[in-house]
């Protein structure tokens, strides 16, 4: 029987959706971005028109279209030889209405555009209120790397506050959130040893890795942390041993 492999299925590194469903987001234009910077190839069939990277420009363009269209030529309504004061007069009201449909599309057009920039503003807003919870969330959380010695020869490493790094993203827009699950993966293959993903007091999820690779972890989380542009993350170290001997 033949394996059916898993449908590969891409998220945005900006708002963890996928990609169809950004717009639907406060950060749709950071989204855009980051979609337009590390998928070139999904990008035109999402964003067909360009999006709001190409927004300003397609505003203008459809706006010279549509004044163009809406102009209206006196000769092309009344025609070239008009005789008689009753068919002047009808042709009059002819022009006139059509003045007025052409002031109602452009006061439609007007109407259109300020309430865009209102949506606009509203938007900005938000993702700015977003970011000031985001920095607050990062410079208020901390990583915990313990050394916990299980006999006089043998320890392990437990690392603890690595659920922030699953629901934050950094200050670049390249990076994607990272999973523990991954995590724990990374660290089982980069030191060839045995690893765990546990739960804690707290009901949150805590790395368990066997043998003394403390200094490692500990270089490796830095690394990490740069990587993803969450540098303000502090990094408290413990040494189980030490606690004792105190």
Same mark, same amino acid.
């Given at each position: 029987?033949?394996?059916?492999?898993?449908?590969?299925?891409?998220?945005?590194?900006?708002?963890?959706?996928?990609?169809?469903?950004?717009?639907?987001?406060?950060?749709?234009?950071?989204?855009?971005?980051?979609?337009?910077?590390?998928?070139?190839?999904?990008?035109?069939?999402?964003?067909?028109?360009?999006?709001? @990277?190409?927004?300003?420009?397609?505003?203008?363009?459809?706006?010279?279209?549509?004044?163009?269209?809406?102009?209206?030529?006196?000769?092309?309504?009344?025609?070239?030889?008009?005789?008689?004061?009753?068919?002047?007069?009808?042709?009059?009201?002819?022009?006139?209405?059509?003045?007025?449909?052409?002031?109602?599309?452009?006061?439609?057009?007007?109407?259109?555009?300020?309430?865009?920039? %209102?949506?606009?503003?509203?938007?900005?807003?938000?993702?700015?209120?977003?970011?000031?919870?985001?920095? %607050?969330?990062?410079?208020?959380?901390?990583?915990?790397?313990?050394?916990?010695?299980?006999?006089?020869?043998?320890?392990?490493?437990?690392?603890?506050?690595?659920?922030? @790094?699953?629901?934050?993203?950094?200050?670049?827009?390249?990076?994607?959130?990272?999973?523990?699950?991954? @995590?724990?993966?990374?660290?089982?293959?980069?030191?060839?040893?045995?690893?765990?993903?546990?739960?804690?007091?707290?009901?949150?999820?805590?790395?368990?890795?066997?043998?003394?690779?403390?200094? %490692?972890?500990?270089?490796?989380?830095?690394?990490? @942390?740069?990587?993803?542009?969450?540098?303000?993350?502090?990094? %408290?170290?413990?040494?189980?041993?030490?606690?004792?001997?105190?």
């Amino acid at each position: 029987m033949t394996d059916i492999e898993p449908k590969s299925i891409l998220y945005c590194g900006i708002c963890s959706w996928p990609p169809e469903f950004c717009e639907f987001g406060i950060t749709k234009k950071k989204c855009q971005t980051w979609l337009n910077e590390n998928h070139p190839d999904k990008y035109p069939s999402i964003y067909p028109t360009g999006g709001d @990277l190409s927004s300003s420009s397609t505003t203008t363009n459809e706006l010279d279209k549509d004044t163009k269209s809406n102009t209206i030529d006196k000769k092309d309504i009344i025609g070239e030889n008009n005789d008689g004061k009753d068919e002047n007069n009808n042709n009059n009201d002819i022009v006139t209405k059509k003045l007025l449909e052409q002031g109602v599309s452009e006061l439609s057009i007007a109407k259109e555009e300020k309430l865009q920039k %209102e949506l606009n503003k509203r938007a900005a807003k938000e993702e700015l209120k977003l970011e000031r919870k985001q920095l %607050e969330k990062i410079s208020n959380s901390k990583i915990i790397i313990k050394k916990i010695s299980r006999n006089k020869k043998k320890s392990i490493v437990s690392i603890s506050g690595l659920e922030i @790094l699953e629901t934050t993203t950094g200050t670049t827009t390249s990076n994607n959130k990272v999973s523990i699950k991954s @995590l724990q993966k990374k660290f089982s293959s980069k030191f060839a040893t045995g690893t765990s993903v546990v739960k804690n007091a707290e009901n949150k999820s805590d790395i368990l890795i066997q043998g003394d690779v403390f200094e %490692e972890v500990h270089q490796f989380i830095i690394n990490l @942390l740069q990587e993803q542009g969450l540098n303000d993350i502090k990094i %408290e170290l413990t040494d189980d041993k030490l606690k004792k001997k105190k």
